[in-house]
């Protein structure tokens, strides 16, 4: 099992910015997929999180339409949009896999529930 994520900068404020995180190795279980992040000095935190087999998908409150998940069609890849950046959302950006049914059923956006992590991709924003 293997996540890569790409996608990370240095970009301004207001601006756009597409992550994207490519999975192999998950073979035909369903899964859950989640995107989070870690700010300097702080906590590692949920974004969103997506079930493979029916898209479903979830998201943090702060995300406040800012924020939106997809994944592929051969799904095995997924992204992350991020409209209107902001100094604060300046973070290292992950994606996490995780096979239990129970997080697949309940997609929680809580990081010690996902078992395989890709290595992160930075993201800085300011002018």
């Known amino acids: 099992v293997q996540l890569v994520e790409s996608g990370g900068g240095l970009v301004q404020p207001g601006r756009s910015l597409t992550l994207t995180c490519a999975a192999s190795g998950f073979g035909l279980d369903d899964f859950a997929i989640g995107w989070f992040r870690q700010a300097p000095g702080k906590g590692r935190e949920g974004i969103s999180c997506m079930r493979k087999s029916d898209g479903r998908t979830y998201y943090e409150d702060f995300v406040e339409g800012r924020f939106t998940m997809s994944m592929n069609n051969a799904k095995d890849q997924v992204s992350l949009q991020i409209n209107d950046l902001k100094p604060e959302d300046t973070a290292v950006y992950y994606c996490?896999?995780?096979?239990?049914?129970?997080?697949?059923?309940?997609?929680?956006?809580?990081?010690?529930?996902?078992?395989?992590w890709g290595q992160g991709t930075q993201v800085t924003v300011s002018s």
């Open positions: 996490a896999a995780e096979w239990n049914p129970r997080v697949v059923r309940a997609l929680p956006l809580v990081p010690y529930e996902y078992t395989h």
